[in-house]
């Protein structure tokens, strides 16, 4: 009897014993695909990130940061009994943290060095090799807790067994044993119910899981028949309506190339045929039950029960249209940004070129008047041409920061458009194209900065002219519609289809790059107009009857009918440089031909010049002679043109010298800082040494009272 009961008893904790440790292997098989799923979720918010740079990308990674620590200390506990799975999970352990890594270290160059830096690292595959390793362990660990998992059942049942056949033996020997025997069998019944409910409970779960992630998930049974569709693969294929149970999965799931439109084999097929997960070529479309083509990524493996027999496949998919189609704009962008170095390279070297060449003639022709003047004139206009070309790339900083200031100012349609033809003149006089002008005789006007509104029909002019032959006659014509001004110039040049009536005015953008006629300028001309017509209250729009018919472009500006109009262009003057005798300047630069340069151009007008080459000589020089003007490059060694300006304005001298930063830093956070520090003017390099001399003078007789 006390034998036969303590191998009862033996027996009874014997199954608890096994059905715990199969328990255990269940979660732990569950908290490894956990902790996968998280890995994927942190590297999907990194590769979001990487290719948008918008950091509401990144909220998967955040999200799961923290979660994989918990899940991996969740880990360790079921594993805290087997030596063989705590050394793998601290191997696991170790990879994911060297993954978690890798991805911080991609987010930060994707932060700091840009969409290059984290390309560069992360095809450098060490992100992809980390995840392979993870999953290696990961697969180990869940095959070594599927082997356990077996032989724990097998336990289980020859526990069960054992405790039937002593319940039989000892029901034999007396009614007491059979009243134990019907209590343990009823105990172990509970068990039994306990157990598959848990199951089905966990069924259940498997089920609204995966009904409720966010990829599309179809389940087959082992001839391909679609037995389970979630609700995001029921409405990426179109069958929401409909119910494709039982139905093959080549007529639920029609692949075809997006290219070729050729039916692509069906991943399940080669799931079930090789038992082996097989992942979907790319450019693969889905054609869902309503005609609609879907770019998709997708994968599918084989199910097998517990003794390894093939009971069917899942196959999981994703749409990826937004992801391919912000490639396809990082890729158009690329492009742009290399055509754009490329053009501007070429820009930037013509007039490097021309100067180069009419310096060389000027070592030559031993200051003969009439070279001279033709080289000096050339040198002139291509430094010009240097100006206005970097001048436009800050135009473009500023539009895209939104810090493109306006002066704003009653501005007469008559004088803009005269301005804005003098400014174009010589780019129409170079292509020999005729203008024809076509203004109302009444008096218009519009409220706008007349400098810009200048600048954009300008650059309009300016590329109806680059994009016609050479003669091909323009016209510019102004009318009034419905209380709007509108500003069309027409040509007869090369056009642009429809499709590229918007593009067009992209930064960066030409038409036709192998046209002889787009081989100028930087593709900023129209963008910057539109902006600026926008800035306005108004718009631009373009229109061709197609390629070779020519365009039209037309400003929209609203009409200002306030009253009388009271202000004008500003009229192009020119200045004579007078001599300005007594006056003594100091120049400092750390660029000693730019120092040398301007300090001659003054010495030239009479000033009395010192010249530094750093910032301590600057102060020094300073607190000594105690010069009236002071002209300082703001980035010297030693000191700066900042350091050397507060030195001079601490100091007490018997007249307030005139402060002037000659700088090639001209945004308007640029001016903030010199006028806190005391400068009384900034000029952005190259300078223009008759506003210079304007400015010099302006500012003297602004401070001391002097009369000009």
Partial sequence: MLLTAFAGAYGTQSLFSSESAIDDSHHLNLGLERLLSLLRDAETGQRGFVITGRESYLEPYFDATPKISAQLDAIKLLVQNDNRQRQRLGDLRFTVDEKLAEVGRVIMARRTGGFDAAKAMVQSDKGKLLMDRARLVVADMEKTADDELTVRRGRARHTRDFAIVVAIVSAALTVLMAVSFAYWLRRLTR?????????????????????????????????????FMNAVARSLAGWESANATGLPIEDVLVLVNETSRATVANPTRTALAERRSVALANHTMLITRAGV?????????????????????????????????????????????????????????????????????????????????????????????????????????????????????????????????????????????????????????VQGDAARLCQAVANILTNASKYSDMGSPITLAVSVVHGEVLITVCDKGIGFSPEDAERIFDMFAQVDRSSDLSKEGLGIGLSLARQIALLHG????????????????????????????????????????????????????????????????????????????????????????????????????KLTGYEVAKRIRSETWAVRPILIAITGWGQPEDRRQTHEVGFDVHF????????????????ISRVRGHPT
């Fill in 538 to 637: 108004g718009r631009i729009v373009a229109n061709s009857a197609g390629r070779g018919l020519g365009s039209e472009f037309t400003i929209h500006l609203p009409e200002d009918k306030t009253g009388p109009i009271s202000v004008q262009m500003p009229p192009q003057t020119e200045f004579t440089p007078g001599r300005e005798q007594g006056l003594r300047v100091l120049v400092a630069d750390d660029n000693e031909d730019a120092a040398d340069a301007l300090a001659t151009l003054l010495r030239l007008s009479g000033f009395d010049v010192t010249v530094a080459h750093d910032g301590e000589q600057a102060a020094r020089f300073s607190s000594d002679m105690h010069p009236d003007i002071v002209l300082l490059d703001i980035g010297m060694p």
């Fill in 191 to 227: 068990v039994r119910i306990r157990v598959i409910g848990q199951l089905h409970d966990r069924k259940q779960l498997l089920r609204v899981t995966l009904a409720s992630i966010g990829d599309g998930v179809v389940t087959t049974d082992v001839s391909g028949r679609v037995t």
């Fill in 684 to 699: 952005t390099k190259p300078i223009d040494f008759v506003r210079l001399h304007h400015a010099i003078v302006d500012s």
């Fill in 293 to 445: 083509e879907v770019h998709i990524d997708d994968s599918a493996a084989p199910i097998l029960d517990i003794a390894g027999n093939l009971v069917g496949s899942v196959l999981v998919f994703r749409d990826v249209g937004l992801r391919k189609q912000y490639e396809d704009e990082l890729r158009e962008s690329d492009r742009r940004k290399s055509e754009f170095l490329a053009v501007m390279s070429h820009e930037l070297r013509n007039p490097i070129a021309a100067i180069r060449s009419a310096l060389e003639v000027l070592n030559r022709v031993d200051n003969d008047p009439r070279h001279l003047e033709r080289l000096l004139a050339l040198m002139d206009r291509q430094v010009l041409h240097m100006t206005r070309l970097i001048d436009d790339l800050l135009d473009v900083a500023r539009v895209s920061k939104g810090a493109l200031d306006l002066k704003m100012e009653r501005v007469d349609i008559h004088a803009l458009i005269a301005s804005s033809v003098e400014t174009a003149q010589a780019v129409l006089d170079k292509r020999r194209n005729a203008l024809a002008v076509k203004l109302p005789p009444e008096p218009i006007s």
